[in-house]
């Protein structure tokens, strides 16, 4: 199964502005997820839907194999507080022609601790089960932001991201950390550290 990414990094954030832009580990969060992404070997492409094409291309400098990544600009609609996800990844499909037996891989910066196995194994999960979503959720089964897998032909018929007989990925509740607020990217960003330095969480 072939699969297409999409990474939405919308400039302005209420709670914590440039959100997808903050400083993380060695680079920041785009970056960050972009990265997992190519090391993963899962998406054909990445596309990345934003309003600050400028800041998307700042982000990203730094990361190799970048040519599999393409910045699409979203249009204003979608650029505002009360645009749904669901909407972005609409815009995204349609714009992209993405062909009837791939599937859409849609991932947020903002759950950055989650790792490439981790996406591996979901994706196998995925595959191995034919089901037309799949969720990363936390140890309560709720959502945890990190990644959706869609089927596309299902996506374009229900524009829902969450299916009657959708499949979940359960994470732990560290992986699961979301950022939304400043005191949430500082948290994050100390347990990534000691996770890469290969200190035991206290």
Avoid at 15 to 25: A, D, T, V
Avoid at 49 to 70: E, I
Avoid at 156 to 178: A, C, H, N, R, V
């Amino acid at each position: 199964m072939k699969v297409y990414a999409v990474v939405p990094a919308k400039a302005k954030s209420r709670r914590l502005p440039g959100k997808n832009f903050s400083r993380f580990g060695e680079s920041n969060l785009l970056a960050h997820c972009v990265q997992k992404l190519l090391d993963s070997r899962i998406p054909e492409r990445i596309y990345i839907s934003t309003d600050n094409v400028g800041k998307v291309q700042q982000a990203l400098r730094d990361v190799p194999g970048r040519g599999r990544v393409l910045i699409l600009v979203r249009p204003p609609k979608l650029a505002t507080d009360s645009a749904r996800t669901e909407e972005v990844v609409a815009d995204v499909v349609a714009r992209i022609n993405v062909p009837e037996d791939y599937a859409i891989l849609l991932c947020q910066a903002t759950t950055p601790l989650w790792t490439v196995e981790h996406l591996q194994q979901a994706f196998r999960l995925f595959q191995t089960h034919g089901c037309p979503a799949l969720v990363a959720v936390r140890p309560d089964y709720t959502p945890n932001g990190a990644f959706w897998l869609l089927c596309k032909h299902r996506f374009e018929k229900t524009g829902e991201l969450y299916q009657p007989d959708m499949e979940f990925y359960e994470m732990d509740w560290i992986s699961s950390i979301d950022i939304d607020y400043p005191h949430q990217l500082t948290i994050a960003e100390s347990i990534y550290r000691q996770l890469r330095d290969g200190r035991h969480l206290v």
